[in-house]
């Protein structure tokens, strides 16, 4: 039987399944430590980083994620682990989910950095940068989220990955390209999308105050 909810709207299958939609939580990693020796996969968070983990576990929460699932590089690993301590929930490591593959790429002037991720993102078949293209990474982290959230059914999952890697698979959500995704998305940031119809529900830039 069909009831009337507070809003005066009629209670159905179809508005039972919008309320119970299952949730991705997609979490860009807190902020790094600089190892000079290391490539930026081997990073661990810094203690800034660290700090900040704190008051994204107080914005996950009213999220409700069941389970957290990282890349294996350790900044989102570590992120994961002190999520998974605040929030009182599991964590676990899982393949293909790391960032755009920039092992071979030495430091760079930011301003160079920023012109060659632009042309990163605009030319996708293109091997433009690094040892991946963007249509590489997006097929990786697209099959790695796609496998996550069907081994979870019914639960809202938490999902910590990288700028770049994040930004390509968000490309075109919300009206809004793969590049400004990666340029607005601050370290943490996360995206809380339903699925499987992939709504961009909420979007959390950063978790420290802007300036004014």
């Known amino acids: 039987m069909d009831r009337v909810l507070a809003d005066g709207r009629l209670w159905s299958l179809t508005l039972e399944s919008q309320y119970n939609m299952q949730k991705l939580i997609l979490i860009k990693h807190s902020k790094p430590e600089m190892v000079e020796g290391k490539t930026s996969h081997d990073w661990p968070l810094s203690e800034e980083g660290r700090r900040r983990c704190t008051p994204l576990a107080d914005l996950l929460k009213p999220h409700a994620p069941a389970t ?5 590089e350790p900044k989102a690993f570590q992120t994961g682990e002190l999520l998974s301590q605040a929030l009182n929930i599991p964590v676990a ?3 293909d989910l790391q960032e755009h593959d920039r092992t071979n790429v030495p430091v760079m002037q930011t301003r160079d950095f920023i012109s ?12 433009v940068l690094g040892l991946e293209s963007a249509d590489d990474v997006l ?10 959230m069907a081994a979870n059914p019914g ?10 890697s994040q930004a390509l698979f968000l490309n075109k959500q919300k009206n809004k390209a793969g590049f400004d995704w ?4 601050g370290l943490p940031s996360f995206v809380v ?4 119809d992939r709504v961009v529900e909420t979007v959390v830039e950063s978790v420290e105050p802007r300036q004014k």
């Open 116 to 127: 060659a991720m632009a042309h990163f993102f605009q030319n996708p078949r293109d091997l």
């Open 182 to 185: 990666w340029r607005s998305m």
């Open 139 to 148: 097929h990786r982290i697209g099959h790695a989220i796609e496998s996550t």
């Open 193 to 196: 999308m339903s699925w499987p």
């Open 155 to 164: 639960r809202n999952v938490a999902i910590i990955t990288h700028g770049t």
């Open 93 to 95: 490591s899982a393949p």
């Open 68 to 72: 957290i699932i990282t890349s294996e």
